[in-house]
């Protein structure tokens, strides 16, 4: 891109328009995944709708590659590419709550903690996610899943309307009104279609929750998943508890003594009457007595936030996933042989439940291919230090190839790591991706929008 370029751009658009040659240009360009490290020609950082239909036209029109940045958060970083134009949507950090219509309408730029701290004032909340620097975005356009989900269904679920940009420049609203098709595709097809300026979201009544974090030590592996993996599909929708390996953090709320130890455990929340927490818990003590039980009420939003600081933008990231329907004798042998051996402290290993009122909506409801799936699982190596990225990396995919036959075949969009193929694309959107190439048709045929797990339009393009 020329300096004529750039200068066209400042001086069509509201919001800055960054360039290499910009004190800012560096920092700017940092993404959550430290392990990323591109450089766009430049980054269109949008005020509004209007900013991003005139940057979509000057990008297309100047032939330039573009990508699509919301809360920043995607592992591989797909809306950041080397020598294209990223559309920056981070200024449109804003949320307007009805609490009378119990809906959120939610800028494109906006992430969880903005959404959860203006809900949570009206004693609401939606099923999304469960760290609060993650982007609203990302996360409702890939399906989405949180603490609420067995109880409220995926963040996709909950899309009640999106304000999108296409690729021609014009701006409409998809609802189950008003572009059907479109709305289908957006409710788990991923960035494919458009850029997505704001959400509106269904809310449901949701304050302070009961929270609970039970871990035991990793050589109760067998016994905790065998117990788990029947214990949380017949316990009630209220009760949401995703599975983790992990490496017990040096903090709060967990005692000194087992700091530093490699645990097997669950993050419980419980979204019923406060006061039956300690008694629908009662059966932790089933797979062998914990290391560890904490519960207590706490806000919705501070259990969002629990994460944030130990797991902070700028860490090295690896990670890939897939969807599961049982968790297999098999299967738990391959969770205890790499959580006896995680690589690195904050390296991890989740199952997170997509049962419930998630597994209710009929499979051809909405682009999101997996109804059938009971867990989401992600395994992501984690470390602040680059000289171990290609430790956590070769751990993630040594782990992932050895549970990826006992899978359903293909993963949540947002845990699809970089370079994983198109096989693994098609097999995320499973019989589903044909449907969706067609819609790519309509609505982006030159296939303008492939900063993403692309989505080519049907016939070519």
């Known amino acids: 891109m020329d300096g004529s370029t750039l200068e066209a751009m400042r001086t069509t658009l509201r919001g800055p328009v960054i360039g290499p040659e910009d004190s800012e240009y560096n920092e700017t360009r940092k993404v959550y995944n430290a392990m990323i490290d591109r450089r766009p020609a430049a980054i269109v950082q949008c005020a509004d709708a209007a900013d991003v239909m005139a940057a979509v036209d000057l990008v297309r029109d100047y032939g330039l590659d573009i990508g699509v940045c919301g809360g920043g958060h995607s592992g591989p970083a797909l809306g950041l590419l080397d020598d294209g134009v990223t559309i920056d949507l981070s200024p449109m950090r ?84 008003e572009n059907q098709d479109l709305f289908w595709a957006l409710r788990g097809g991923g960035g494919n279609f458009g850029v997505v300026t704001s959400f509106t979201l269904r809310m449901h009544p949701v304050h302070t929750v009961g929270v609970a974090v039970t871990v035991w030590p990793v050589d109760a592996t067998r016994e905790v998943l065998r117990w788990y993996r029947e214990f949380l599909p017949a316990a009630p929708v209220e009760l949401n508890g995703f599975y983790a390996t992990l490496v017990v953090p040096p ?118 291919a997996y109804r059938d799936a009971v867990w989401s699982g992600v395994i992501a190596g984690i470390d602040p230090d680059p000289s171990n990225a290609e430790l956590i990396r070769q751990w993630a995919v040594d782990y992932w190839e050895e549970l990826h036959p006992y899978s359903m075949g293909g993963s949540y969009v947002n845990f699809l790591g970089a370079g994983e193929g198109q096989d693994r694309v098609r097999a995320t959107y499973s019989d589903h991706y044909d449907r969706l190439a067609d819609i790519k048709r309509k609505y982006d045929p030159k296939n303008f929008f492939r900063g993403n797990q692309n989505i080519a339009p049907a016939g070519g393009g």
């Open 94 to 177: 804003w949320v307007r709550v009805d609490p009378t219509a119990r809906t959120a309408m939610v800028g494109g730029g906006a992430q969880l903690r903005d959404l959860d701290h203006a809900a949570h004032g009206f004693g609401l909340a939606t099923p999304a996610g469960i760290m609060s620097t993650t982007g609203v975005g990302g996360l409702t356009l890939g399906g989405g899943h949180g603490h609420l989900t067995r109880r409220f269904g995926l963040t996709a679920d909950n899309l009640l309307s999106a304000d999108v940009v296409l690729a021609d420049g014009g701006f409409v609203t998809a609802s189950e009104s």
């Open 251 to 368: 903090g709060p709320p967990f005692p000194e003594e087992i700091h530093g130890q490699k645990m097997c455990g669950v993050v419980w929340c419980w979204t019923g009457d406060l006061a039956a927490l300690g008694e629908v818990l009662a059966p932790v003590n089933e797979p062998g007595l914990p290391a560890f039980h904490f519960t207590a009420p706490m806000p919705y939003p501070a259990l969002q936030s629990m994460f944030d600081e130990l797991i902070p933008k700028g860490l090295q990231w690896y990670w890939r996933g897939d969807f599961f329907d049982r968790i297999t004798d098999e299967a738990v042998d391959v969770h205890l042989k790499y959580g006896e051996n995680i690589p690195t402290d904050l390296s991890t290993m989740h199952l997170y439940p997509v049962d419930g009122a998630a597994g209710r909506v009929g499979k051809d409801e909405t682009a999101w």
